[in-house]
């Protein structure tokens, strides 16, 4: 019986092709979603992953969620926490609706399910989590220090949990894509994104399943001796 990883925003996005990397690895995936309930039948169809829809900002329907996920499958191994959204304006523009919004459902989802998925793993001396945070929680984006705090407070969350959970073979990754070919990256005014593609070395968007590769390595029995620490899949965009 395959390993059960449970992945946020897992039916759109980055968070499909991780599903489908995890899927295609042999894993029992569960996808949550919140609001696209089209993209996440066509999953469902297109390969029989089970989607749970709730909000990941809210603490008690992440336990209510995790408990029926439980209940149903049995525990979770391994929790991909991809699910976030943008909000961009800059500052002198944003509102404390779009700041919140965006903590709240970009780092604040990170800390309501590793929560209700850590004691499990704890108790049972296996885990394997992996936060997707960005490019820009590195270097910082005009117009996102919405998005830019909330994804370098994943950078940080990260590198605290992976020392809580190293003696127990708990492993705790970051991955920082780069803009890659989604529906987010697509929303980004069509002048802006031309500018940001002239600056990514390798000359174009990433494909999702660049990140959907790096979590099937990283979440893999054997890679218990990697944690804390955070890959770069941007096309050389960044380099730290
Ligand atoms: N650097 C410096 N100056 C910039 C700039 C930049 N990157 N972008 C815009 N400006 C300047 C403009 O030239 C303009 O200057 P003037 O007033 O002197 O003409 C001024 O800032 C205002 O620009 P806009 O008219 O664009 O301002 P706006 O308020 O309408 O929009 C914005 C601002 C919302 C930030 C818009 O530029 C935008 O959407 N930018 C894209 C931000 C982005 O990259 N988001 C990434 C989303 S995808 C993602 O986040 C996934 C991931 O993890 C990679």
């Keep these: 019986m395959g390993r059960i990883a449970v992945v946020t925003g ?56 995790v408990e029926h996920i439980e209940k149903e499958f049995g525990h979770i191994d ?63 984006q005009f117009g996102q220090t919405n998005y830019a705090a909330a994804k370098a407070g994943i950078l940080g969350f990260t590198k605290a949990l992976a020392l809580e959970g190293a003696r127990r073979n708990i492993t705790v990754n970051a991955i920082a894509p780069g803009y890659s070919d989604t529906d987010m990256v697509a929303a980004v005014p069509h002048e802006v994104l031309h500018s940001i593609v002239a600056d990514i070395p390798v000359g174009h968007l990433g494909d999702p399943m660049d990140v959907g590769r790096m979590v099937a390595f990283l979440v893999d029995d054997s890679a218990g001796f990697i944690t804390g620490a955070t890959f770069a899949v941007n096309g050389g965009q960044y380099m730290s």
């Design 78 to 140: 391994i929790l991909v926490n991809n699910a976030g959204i943008t909000s961009d304006a800059v500052l002198h523009h944003m509102t404390p609706d779009q700041w919140w919004r965006v903590i709240n459902n970009d780092l604040g989802a990170v800390f309501n399910m590793c929560r209700h998925v850590i004691e499990g793993m704890r108790a049972r001396s296996f885990g394997r989590i992996v936060n997707i945070s960005s490019v820009n929680g590195q270097k910082g």
């Design 10 to 65: 897992g039916t759109r996005g980055l968070g499909k092709a991780i599903s489908l990397a995890l899927h295609a690895k042999g894993y029992r995936v569960i996808a949550v979603c919140c609001s696209n309930v089209g993209a996440a039948l066509e999953l469902c169809e297109e390969t029989a992953i089970p989607v749970f829809k709730w909000d990941v900002g809210d603490f008690d329907a992440c336990r209510d969620g």
